[in-house]
């Protein structure tokens, strides 16, 4: 198959595991024998030029704290238009890539930033088929509209979004379905997966005679920091010292420093600061435990997955992607989501009443089994197979909608700028 993969962003501009797994799948699938072309932007940062990646598209980053802090509320609302609703060099851009690479169906993975709701519009009108992988709440966000609110727009784009996804968690489904999107005609659930060769076997651990704890990703309150912090005095309150929690990812808040040195717990909850992704799973096989505290709506969370192919075995929120896919006490552990359950869980292995040994087997078993790129990409290729034989009949020319998203895109502006004066 011809397989145009069309992402916001793509390594090695990353921000989470979205643009990792889309590279993942895009290489998987190159190496079964398809051609595949990537469309994307330039990203944030330089990136070396590969042969089957264009980066054509331009990148509007509504979430640019440097733009958020200093822009007019007009212009943030124009950027808002831009990321989410249409941007008509993006469609242009798209268009020729479409004629240029002429493919048998679209993958899209991540749309913010892009225009998404106005490349779905083209590729509607241009009658080519899509799949779209969805690893988080996508298709609400770009229904945002400040001034209008989200309902009605969203009316209308669950009236005309017809088209095939993957979505990584029944989480995620249902989220998107709440706020009144219909993933119509066909959704395949289809988890996310671990990168790299499984670590060595660790079902036979030497004690170091402490607990030794990993938290890896954003340092933000929605993936449970200030729950791990908040864990770790409970320990300590209860006289339990033999632990230590290292956690890694970028410390944009002092906050949570802050707290650790409120409680004095300074030998216990270090901060490591932010490591590239294939430096990071190497450490993992230094660690006992990964801790995810995460909040009820993650959308799934790979971390967890990376370092239970190394033997790190993942405690994590009860409530989560990615509980939905792990068993407790078989792959892993879990918790509800508060300082004391965590608290307990970690002392459950501390006091030795949890043998972590038979877990970190059967989880790296099954990661290696079921949680691996070269597992689910078959049934990913199965999917953009389907799709790639609908019937591209009464498609629109591409003049007719280039001319259209120009206006589309002058309305919205007149639209925000007097919303704004008003």
Same mark, same amino acid.
């Given at each position: ?50 042969? &089957? ?14 733009? =958020? ?15 989410? %609703? ?23 993975? =991540? ?32 229904? %945002? ?108 808040? &002092? ?5 650790? &040195? ?10 490591? !600061?932010?490591?590239? =992704? ?90 290696? %089994? ?18 790639? %034989?609908?019937?591209?009949? !009464? ?28």
């Amino acid at each position: 198959m011809r397989i145009l993969t069309i992402s916001n962003l793509y390594p090695p501009d990353v921000v989470g595991g979205y643009e990792i797994a889309c590279r993942q799948a895009v290489e998987a699938l190159l190496e079964r024998g398809h051609d595949v072309q990537v469309l994307t932007t330039p990203g944030r940062s330089p990136s070396p030029r590969v042969a &089957h990646v264009d980066r054509a598209l331009r990148l509007t980053d509504p979430f640019s704290q440097f733009v =958020n802090r200093l822009s007019t509320l007009s212009t943030i609302r124009l950027m808002d238009s831009g990321s989410y %609703r249409l941007d008509a060099f993006n469609v242009d851009r798209t268009f020729e890539a479409l004629e240029r690479f002429q493919p048998d169906v679209v993958y899209l993975w =991540n749309l913010l930033g892009i225009g998404g709701l106005g490349l779905l519009a083209a590729l509607k009108h241009r009658r080519v088929p899509w799949v779209w992988h969805l690893m988080d709440n996508v298709p609400s966000y770009l229904c %945002r509209w400040n001034s209008l609110g989200p309902n009605r727009l969203i009316a209308e784009v669950a009236r005309q979004l017809r088209g095939r996804y993957v979505a990584c968690s029944r989480r995620v489904v249902d989220e998107i379905e709440r706020d009144g999107i219909p993933l119509l005609p066909e959704v395949e659930l289809i988890p996310n997966w671990a990168g790299g060769p499984p670590g060595s076997d660790r079902s036979s651990r030497a004690s170091s005679g402490r607990l030794r704890i990993i938290s890896a990703g954003r340092i933000t309150p929605e993936k449970g920091v200030g729950v791990l912090i908040e864990s770790a005095r409970v320990l300590r309150d209860r006289g339990i010292e033999s632990f230590e929690i290292d956690i890694f990812g970028r410390l944009l808040d &002092h906050e949570y420093p802050a707290l650790v &040195h409120r409680y004095g717990l300074e030998g216990w909850v270090s901060f490591k !600061g932010e490591l590239p =992704n294939a430096e990071l799973v190497k450490r993992y096989a230094d660690y006992d435990v990964f801790a995810f505290p995460t909040w009820e709506r993650e959308p799934f969370g790979i971390a967890p997955l990376e370092a239970a192919l190394h033997g790190c075995v993942p405690i994590i929120s009860r409530l989560c992607g990615i509980s939905e896919w792990l068993v407790d006490g078989v792959h892993c552990l879990k918790a509800d989501r508060t300082p004391e359950a965590f608290a307990d869980r970690f002392q459950t292995v501390i006091d030795r009443t949890v043998d972590l040994g038979p877990i970190a087997a059967r989880a790296q078993r099954v990661v290696s %089994r079921e949680f691996r790129v070269e597992a689910v990409i078959p049934r990913i290729e199965a999917i953009l197979e389907r799709a790639s %034989r609908e019937s591209r009949a !009464g498609a629109g020319s591409t003049e007719e909608f280039h001319r259209l998203a120009i206006i589309a895109e002058r309305l919205a502006r007149i639209i925000v700028q007097e919303g704004c004066a008003a």
